[in-house]
């Protein structure tokens, strides 16, 4: 076989995850060696309907990793990590998704095997820094909570040890999409819509604190999970894609444009209720955010965005209604 031939996924029974190895799959790609701590809960079912080499546990993939046990590798794509932003243990985050993730790309480096990472939009914090991409913007970012914490000590370390220009860090935003099930409140927005309108009529958003912004009117960059399947692998593919990358649209949309779009694909008239927000969450709360995409189109990649519309009548009648 050819010596780099396997291909690595790490978090693939999550959400990116599950999804770039179902579109490998589509590719041709079956020698996947799946990493993933599958646990006790549903996460498992995720992996249905994919095919894969080998499932590893982290614990095993890390020790395989220190005594250089792992076959031969040609692309590591690094998706696994804690992302709730809720998670207040840091010395886990750290062990987790930083010292993990810095492992695995001195262990890529080592043997010329392309590396691909997720970070995170979680790094920008507030936003009052903006949301460029570009390596002298990223030392003054100040996340918000430990999860982006943990991600942005990553992004220093690779800057500072000059490598992240033989590497691909990906930002994603907030991504939607089929295979989220199991994150419980970590799951979308339009994930939850789709349950509440089904369950009650309505959809409850959070009320805005800042007179700039009416109630729903706070903005994201709200990226289809099939879009951001084809940015990871095509900085996968193309070594000259290295560098930090945001993952968006570049195109912020409101909640309430959302919650619209979850009813109409529903065939549903809008009902919507705007609840308080938790207090631990009001100083934390990202008002607005917007990926600066011209870095990635810089690198080449050159598909459209799936429209907000688009993705939530395809998420929605071609899995959420199904299932």
């Not at 590798?73 to 985050?93: F, I, N, P, R």
Request: net charge negative; hydrophobic share 35%; charged share 25%.
């Amino acid at each position: 076989m050819d010596r780099k031939s396997w291909i690595v996924v790490t978090g693939a029974a999550g959400f990116i995850g599950r999804n770039i190895v179902a579109e490998l799959n589509r590719r041709g790609e079956e020698r996947v060696l799946v990493v993933d701590d599958l646990g006790t809960d549903e996460r498992w079912k995720n992996l249905r309907g994919l095919v894969c080499e080998d499932i590893w546990s982290i614990d095993r993939f890390r020790w395989a990793l220190s005594v250089d046990a792992v076959p031969p590798v040609k692309t590591v794509y690094h998706l696994g990590a804690c992302s709730s932003t809720t998670e207040t243990d840091a010395d886990y985050l750290l062990d987790n998704n930083t010292r993990y993730t810095r492992e695995l790309c001195e262990w890529c480096l080592e043997r010329g095997t392309r590396f691909v990472y997720a970070s995170s939009a979680a790094t920008y914090g507030d936003g009052s820094q903006g949301y460029s991409d570009s390596d002298e913007a990223t030392p003054g970012l100040v996340p918000l909570n430990m999860y982006g914490m943990s991600k942005h000590l990553f992004d220093l370390w690779a800057l500072r040890q000059g490598v992240v220009n033989r590497i691909a860090g990906l930002k994603y935003f907030n991504v939607y999409g089929a295979g989220e099930d199991h994150k419980d409140d970590m799951r979308s927005v339009v994930h939850k819509a789709h349950g509440q309108i089904r369950d009650t009529g309505q959809v409850r958003l959070f009320k805005s604190y800042k007179p700039d912004y009416a109630d729903g009117e706070q903005v994201r960059d709200f990226v289809y999970v099939k879009d951001a399947v084809e940015v990871t692998l095509f900085c996968g593919e193309n070594e000259n894609a290295s560098g930090l990358f945001n993952c968006g649209t570049g195109q912020a949309r409101s909640w309430n444009d959302l919650a619209k779009a979850v009813f109409a694909a529903m065939d549903r008239e809008p009902r919507i209720e705007y609840i308080d927000m938790p207090e631990s969450l009001r100083e934390k709360y990202q008002y607005y955010t917007q990926a600066d995409m011209s870095k990635l189109r810089a690198a080449g990649y050159d598909l459209p965005f799936t429209t907000l519309e688009d993705g939530i009548r395809d998420y929605v009648q071609g899995h959420l209604a199904q299932s």
